[in-house]
Structures are given as structure tokens and as C-alpha cells.
């Protein structure tokens, strides 16, 4: 995994994305502070996926239970004084 500050990706970008498609996956920093990533297509798609079967297991798995519906629960999830 390669690390780079903004201020440098901005000047290379042209070979991190050569890099990202070798499959290196290339952090960017900001102050200090990962900000970003730079990934192949490849690689995007394949967490887009995962993430997108993951939503789509619980939501699978709320149908199974019995009854059509479930019923809003209209009370606050906590105490607010105004």
C-alpha cells in the first residue's frame, strides 16, 4: 500500500493511477489525515458488491419474519426538552 500527501498525488497523479491499475492501492493524506484512496475498477467493484450483499442479506432477512407489515413505532427514540 503506498501513502502519499495531496500536495504530491496532485503533481504524480498520472503514474498513481498507473500503480492503482498494477493493483497497488495508493492512500492519500491530507495534514496528516487519510482522506482518500485511489483503487483499480477492479477493486471497487468488488467492495461495491460486498457492500450491496451485505444490505441486501439483512433486508432478505427482515422478510422472513411473519405478517406483511411492521408497524412504525411513533414514540421518541429519547427524551427532548425544548
Known amino acids: 500500500m503506498m501513502i502519499i500527501n495531496l500536495k ?4 504524480g ?3 498513481l493511477v ?3 491499475i498494477k493493483g497497488e492501492f ?3 493524506t491530507r ?9 483499480s475498477v477492479e477493486a471497487a467493484e468488488i ?3 460486498t457492500m450491496e450483499r451485505k444490505r441486501g442479506g439483512f433486508v432478505k ?3 422472513t ?3 406483511e407489515v411492521f408497524e412504525r413505532n411513533a414514540a421518541p427514540s429519547r427524551d427532548v426538552d425544548l
Open 18 to 20: 498507473d500503480e492503482a
Open 65 to 67: 419474519f411473519p405478517g
Open 31 to 39: 495534514h496528516g489525515k487519510a482522506v482518500a484512496a485511489l483503487v
Open 26 to 28: 495508493v492512500t492519500i
Open 8 to 11: 504530491d498525488a496532485k503533481a
Open 61 to 63: 432477512y427482515l422478510r
Open 47 to 49: 467492495a461495491r458488491k
Open 13 to 15: 497523479f498520472s503514474s
